[in-house]
C-alpha cells in the first residue's frame, strides 16, 4: 500500500518508483529489441540518480525539521522514508538481476558486450595491461589515507575505488586504505579492438581496468582488494532569490557547490568487505539503509554508450523520421508566405510523429523577414547546441527587438540557460530572468510582425519545451496560431514576466499562479453539477503527475456524483482510483513505450461544446502556485478532435503500453481480448 489505510492520497516518492518499476518493464519484455532493453535500465538508472538527488534528499529533510509531522499520504516522514528505501532497494536488485543475468548474456550473443576481468584472454589482457599503463595510470593520484592525508573530497556521483593494502612504503608508513577517484576525462567505457575482443562490438570498464591493474600504483605494497563505489549528494539549490541583487551570479556561485552537497546514497561494489562499508558509510554520515550492494558498473547509466550501435539496427527501434505536415512542408519563396498560411489557419502539431522543424521555420522565418520588428520566446530547457537558441541570435544580430524570459532555475539545465542568456546579452537581445519565486515553465514564442500600417502577432504555444531532441523522445503537442485573443494574451504575459504592473485579466488563456487553478477547479465542479442534474458529464486529462490535493478532492467529488473521469498520468499519481464510495467512476492509467509522454491535455464535456486546453503544467502543487505556466484552448474545431483522438481516444484504446492504476497505488498491465493496439505505433503510421 502506498499510504496509510486511512488518507485518500498515496505518497509521491512510492509512486515514482511505481512509475520506474513500468519503464523497467519494458526492459524485462522480451520482445523489446535488445540494445532498447539496455537503454530502458539506463533510463531507470538516470532516474534513480535525480530520485535520491532530490526526492530522498526532501525526505531526508523533513525527517530532521519535522519528525512529528504526519503527511498528506497518513505517514509518519521516517515511515516514508523506510517505506520508499525498501521499495528502491527492490528495484535496484531486479535492475542489476536483469542486467546482469539477462540483458548483458544476450547481447554477447549478438556480439555487442562488456568484457569482465573474469573471463579475459592472455591477449585481452596483456591489451588491457598496455592501455591501463598508457592512458590510465598516469591520470590516477592514489590517496593514502592518514593524518597527512585526509579523506579528499568527493564529487557527486564520482567513480571511487577504495583500496585495501598492508605493508609499509617507503617512508616506512603502514598503509591499510587509499582511495582513488576516476578523473572524469577518462571514457568509462573503452572500445577494445576487433581482433582481441573476438566480438563486434567489444568493451572494457573502467573499473575492470583499475581493481585488476591497481597493485601497479603501490609498489611494494600488498593489495588485498580494490572496491568501486560512488556517494550521491543532494543537489537541491539553496538560494535565496528574495535576499539577491543578481539571479545569474548568484545561482553560479551556488552551482559550484552543488556536487558537494550532504550525501544521500552510498553505491558499492558487492564484493565490498563489511569493514570497508561501515567506513565509507561513517564517512558520509550514512546508514545501512542508505548503501546498495551493485552488481556490474555503480553507475548503470555510463552503458547508454553500448545502446547506440549503428551497424545493429535489427536490435533497436525502427527508425522514423517524423515527417513535416502541410504547409511547412513546402519550399516558400518569402517568409510572408508562410506567416500568411498561418493567418489563415491554424496549424497544430503532434511531436515526435510529427517534425519539430516547424516551430524552426516559424522562428528562422522571423529572423529574416524584414517585416518582423520583434520576438519574444520563453527558454526553460534547450540543450547546450540549439539551433532555435541560434536563430535567436541571428534575429538579435540583424536589429530586431528580440525578448528571451530565461529560466536560470531549470534544474539540472542551470549553466546551460546561463551561458545562454549570457550570449544574447553580447548581441543585444533583451534578457528577463522571469519572476522571483515562480519558474517560468510556460512554453511560449510570440512574433511581432507589421502589416499594413499595424502590428499583427503570431504565436506558438506548447506542452514541451523548445528543445529539438527531446521533440523526437517526447510526445507534446504545439500551436502555431495568429489568433488575436490569445496573441494578445501572451504579449501581456510576457510584460508580466519582463516589467512590472498588476495582473491584467487574459480573455482566453490560463494562467498560473492566478487562474489556472480556480479554473480547473470550476470546470471540473461543473461538470459535477450537470451530473447531479442528470446531464452527461465527462473529464479526460493527460499530465505527467497528478498531486495536488484540491483538484483530487474535487476529482472524488465529480466521480461520487457519476461524472465519469478518464485520466492519463504518465508517473507520480497520488489519486486513489476505483475505490468504493470515493472514485469509483474514476479510472487511471500510465503509458510507458519507445516515446516519453510528455503533453498535458485538460478536456472537459461541458454540455457538448468539448473545452480542450494544452498547458504546460502538471496537476501539481508547483505547477499551480509557484510557476509560471499556460494552458491555450483549442479553438479550431477539427485541430479540437484532432487532439481529442490522438491524446486520449486512441491511448485509451491502447492494450499494449497501458497500465491500469488500482487503488492501493500499484499497476496492473492492460490486458484485453481484442486486437492489439499499440498507441505509439498507430500514431507513427496515421501521422508519419
Known amino acids: 500500500m502506498l499510504s496509510s489505510p486511512d488518507t485518500t492520497l498515496l505518497n509521491r516518492e512510492l509512486s515514482l518508483l511505481k512509475f520506474n518499476e513500468r519503464v523497467m518493464a519494458m526492459a524485462e519484455n522480451p520482445s523489446t529489441p535488445l540494445l ?30 519535522n519528525p512529528h509531522k504526519i503527511g498528506e499520504d497518513g505517514f509518519l516522514p521516517i515511515e516514508a522514508f523506510n517505506r520508499v528505501q525498501e521499495a528502491a532497494h527492490a528495484l535496484v536488485d531486479k535492475q542489476n ?34 592501455t591501463f599503463m598508457r592512458d590510465v595510470m598516469p591520470l590516477l593520484t592514489p590517496v593514502g589515507l592518514d593524518p597527512a592525508h585526509p579523506f579528499p573530497r568527493v564529487y557527486n556521483k564520482s567513480l571511487n575505488y577504495i583500496i585495501e593494502l598492508s605493508g609499509n612504503d617507503a617512508f616506512g608508513r603502514t598503509g591499510n586504505i587509499a582511495i582513488v577517484q576516476a578523473p572524469r576525462a577518462l571514457p568509462r567505457l573503452i572500445r577494445v579492438p576487433d581482433e582481441i575482443s573476438h566480438i563486434s562490438q567489444g568493451y572494457m570498464l573502467l573499473t575492470s581496468l583499475i581493481s585488476v591493474f591497481v597493485n601497479e600504483l603501490f609498489p611494494g605494497m600488498d593489495v588485498k582488494g580494490c572496491y568501486q563505489w560512488r556517494v550521491t549528494r543532494n543537489s537541491d539549490l539553496f538560494v535565496d532569490e528574495e535576499e539577491v541583487t543578481n539571479l545569474r551570479l548568484a545561482l553560479q556561485g551556488e552551482l559550484s557547490q552543488r556536487n558537494f552537497g550532504a550525501a544521500v546514497r552510498l553505491e558499492i561494489d558487492q564484493s565490498m568487505p563489511e569493514e570497508l562499508e561501515f567506513f565509507l558509510q561513517k564517512e558520509f554520515q550514512l546508514a545501512a539503509w542508505d548503501t546498495y550492494r551493485v552488481r556490474g558498473p555503480v553507475n548503470l547509466s555510463r552503458l547508454m554508450q553500448l545502446c547506440n550501435v549503428p551497424e545493429r539496427p ?25 506567416f500568411a498560411a498561418i493567418a489563415k489557419r491554424d496549424q497544430l502539431f503532434h511531436h515526435p510523429y510529427q517534425s519539430f522543424q516547424p516551430v524552426l521555420s516559424f522562428l528562422r522565418a522571423a529572423a529574416v523577414d524584414p517585416d518582423v520588428v520583434a520576438i519574444k520566446q520563453t527558454i526553460y530547457r534547450t540543450g547546450e547546441d540549439s539551433e532555435l537558441m541560434n536563430l535567436l541570435l541571428s534575429a538579435a544580430r540583424a536589429g530586431k527587438e528580440v525578448t528571451v524570459v530565461v529560466e536560470l532555475m531549470a534544474r539540472f539545465d542551470e549553466q546551460t540557460n546561463i551561458n545562454w542568456a549570457a550570449k544574447m546579452e553580447e548581441v543585444g537581445a533583451h534578457v528577463s530572468y522571469g519572476v522571483v519565486g515562480n519558474k517560468t515553465h510556460a512554453k511560449m514564442l510570440l512574433v511581432l510582425r507589421r502589416e499594413n500600417g499595424e502590428i499583427r502577432r503570431y504565436g506558438h504555444v506548447g506542452t514541451g519545451n523548445y ?38 485579466p487574459l480573455k482566453v488563456l490560463l494562467q498560473s499562479p492566478f487562474t489556472l487553478h480556480d479554473t480547473m477547479i470550476a470546470k471540473i465542479k461543473a461538470e459535477e453539477e450537470r451530473a447531479r442534474e442528470g446531464k452527461r458529464a465527462r473529464i479526460m486529462a493527460k499530465m505527467n503527475s497528478l498531486l495536488e490535493p484540491k483538484v483530487i478532492e474535487a476529482l472524488y467529488s465529480a466521480s461520487q456524483a457519476g461524472v465519469r473521469v478518464d485520466l492519463i498520468v504518465r508517473g507520480a499519481c497520488a489519486l486513489r482510483p476505483g475505490v468504493p464510495g470515493l472514485s469509483e467512476k474514476i479510472q487511471v492509467r500510465s503509458l510507458v513505450g519507445r516515446f516519453l509522454e510528455h503533453s498535458r491535455i485538460f478536456y472537459f464535456y461541458n454540455e457538448g461544446q468539448e473545452d480542450v486546453y494544452m498547458s504546460s503544467a502538471d496537476w501539481m502543487d508547483r505547477n499551480f ?23 486520449f481516444t486512441f491511448a485509451l484504446k491502447d492494450n499494449q503500453l497501458a497500465w491500469k492504476g488500482n487503488a492501493d497505488g500499484t499497476y496492473s498491465r492492460i490486458r484485453t481480448r481484442r486486437a492489439p493496439f499499440n498507441l505509439h505505433n498507430y500514431l507513427m503510421e496515421r501521422l508519419g
Open 625 to 647: 502556485f509557484r510557476r509560471v505556466e499556460l494552458a491555450v484552448p483549442v479553438l479550431d474545431r477539427t485541430l479540437k478532435r484532432r487532439v481529442i483522438s490522438e491524446a
Open 314 to 338: 535489427d536490435l533497436q527501434f525502427p527508425e522514423y523520421r517524423a515527417p513535416i505536415p502541410a504547409p511547412f512542408d513546402a519550399a516558400f519563396d518569402h517568409p510572408s508566405q508562410l
Open 36 to 65: 532498447e532493453r539496455l537503454r530502458y535500465l539506463c533510463i531507470v538508472s538516470s532516474n534513480l540518480d535525480e530520485f535520491f538527488e532530490i526526492r530522498i534528499s526532501s525526505i531526508k529533510e523533513q525527517v530532521l525539521q
Open 467 to 504: 528543445h529539438p531532441r527531446t521533440a523526437r523522445l517526447y510526445t507534446d503537442f504545439g500551436l502555431i496560431t495568429a489568433n488575436r485573443d490569445i496573441c494578445d494574451d501572451m504579449d501581456k504575459v510576457f510584460s508580466l514576466l519582463t516589467g512590472l504592473g498588476a495582473w491584467r
Open 97 to 130: 538481476n536483469l542486467l546482469m543475468q539477462q540483458v548483458l548474456p544476450s547481447l554477447m550473443e549478438e556480439g555487442i558486450g562488456l568484457l569482465f576481468a573474469a573471463q579475459w584472454t592472455e591477449s585481452q589482457r596483456e591489451w588491457a595491461y598496455q
